[in-house]
């Protein structure tokens, strides 16, 4: 098991107040903004996090580069993949 799915078991026992705390730990981590794929309309609609989230829900369809293996999010979690707002979360890209 790697560090990836050991945090996604840890989170299945964690109380609805735990896990809007550890939401807004990584939203303040998360530098999906930064990142040249990322758009006013993703920003508008208030997207963030699309590692844990999924996909961009309608804003972004162009790939312009991508930030994330560089994401403090990406090593919290032990993140494999990228591109996480085009291409689904990281439960989606694995599995």
């Known amino acids: 098991m790697d560090t990836f799915e050991e945090t996604i078991l840890s989170m299945t026992g964690m109380s609805p107040a735990d896990l809007a705390d550890s939401d807004k730990k990584f939203r303040a981590m998360c530098t999906c903004p930064s990142c040249p794929t990322y758009n006013t309309c993703a920003k508008d609609a208030r997207e963030l996090l699309f590692c844990a989230t999924g996909k961009s829900f ?38």
């Open 58 to 95: 309608m804003c972004i369809s162009d790939e312009k580069g991508c930030i994330c293996p560089a994401c403090p999010v990406t090593t919290e979690f032990g993140l494999t993949h990228r591109l996480f707002c085009r291409r689904g979360n990281e439960k989606a890209q694995r599995y």
